[in-house]
């Protein structure tokens, strides 16, 4: 007798696989980035302290951001001015220290200026810090940037001294400036002027040759000349002596007003830029 196998049917049957989920909806990314025009800073003096770069380096529009820029107090008198966007989808707000961002889209950067006073005197570093955030649901982006510059201040003075009595007619004289620096710091583009007048003018002194010394690391000016002169750096105690020889053409004498005078920026004592010596 033969056995034959019968098989059983069976129902088959598998896995269901759930459907992919939807992209992630393009987030925004913000990056802040600030520069100097400047590593050094003259006390007491308004310009520009740093440029401020706001971008959105996502792909998602950043909706509502919150930017907020913050100095030491040595920074007086802090604005953030000249806004610019280079996207037309994006407006520059309002400019303040702090301000609000509307619509800042991909690829977009907005620029801003900080400028202000270094109070003067001050000698040393001054922090500035930028930030920005931004955030819809679960998207959250922030960024910040902080920079120290350093600030410095100088105490520059003038002193002259000339003939004490009327210099005869067809005689000559000699006036000696002495330009200084009581520091703390070097001080830098120093201006140097000497003006002498002659009354009548018609009989006015002529000046030879100049001469100049320097002392405490300071350096002559190259292109020695009463009025006109700029020393790149004069630094802490240095100084630097002038000696300007004046002569009357014969038969000829005038009364006399010399001037010397310096301005540099970051001076914090003005009262001593200026020397007047009047000579009958």
């Known amino acids: 007798m033969a056995l034959t196998a019968c098989g059983g049917g069976g129902g088959g049957g598998g896995e269901v696989t759930p ?3 939807p992209p992630p909806t393009p987030a925004p990314d913000l990056m802040v980035t600030m520069s ?14 740093a440029t401020i770069k706001l971008r959105n ?25 000249n806004c610019q966007s280079d996207n037309a989808g994006t407006a520059c707000p309002a400019t303040g220290s702090r301000m609000t961002v509307s619509n800042l889209q991909p690829g977009a950067t907005l620029t801003f200026d900080v400028t202000g006073t ?8 001054v922090n500035l810090e930028a930030s920005a955030t931004t955030g819809t649901g679960t998207q959250l982006s922030s960024s910040k940037m902080g920079v ?22 067809g005689g000559s004289f000699e006036y000696v400036v002495t330009v200084s620096n009581k520091g703390p710091d070097a001080a ?18 002529i000046l030879g040759i100049m001469s100049c010394s320097a002392s405490g690391g300071a350096v002559c000016p ?13 630094p802490k105690d240095g100084s ?13 004498r005038a009364g006399l007003v010399f001037e010397a005078a310096v301005r540099a920026r970051g001076d914090s004592d003005s009262s001593n830029d200026r020397a007047l010596l009047m000579t009958p």
């Open 188 to 205: 830098k583009d120093v201006l140097i002027a000497n003006q002498l007048v002659s009354s009548p003018s018609e009989n006015a002194a």
């Open 19 to 21: 459907p992919p989920p």
């Open 36 to 49: 100097l025009p400047d590593a050094q800073v003259p006390s007491g003096y308004t310009q520009t302290m």
């Open 240 to 252: 630097l002596v002038f000696r300007l020889p004046y002569s009357f053409a014969p038969g000829q």
């Open 57 to 81: 380096v996502g792909k998602g529009v950043a909706t509502t951001t919150d930017v907020n820029i913050v100095a030491d107090a040595l920074l007086e008198g802090m604005k953030v001015v």
């Open 148 to 169: 120290g510059f350093k600030a410095y201040s100088a105490d520059v003075a003038v002193q002259a001294t000339g003939p004490s009595s009327a210099v005869p007619a």
């Open 118 to 125: 270094v109070k003067l005197g001050t000698s040393g570093t």
């Open 222 to 234: 190259s292109d020695l000349k009463p009025v006109g002169m700029t020393v790149a750096s004069l």
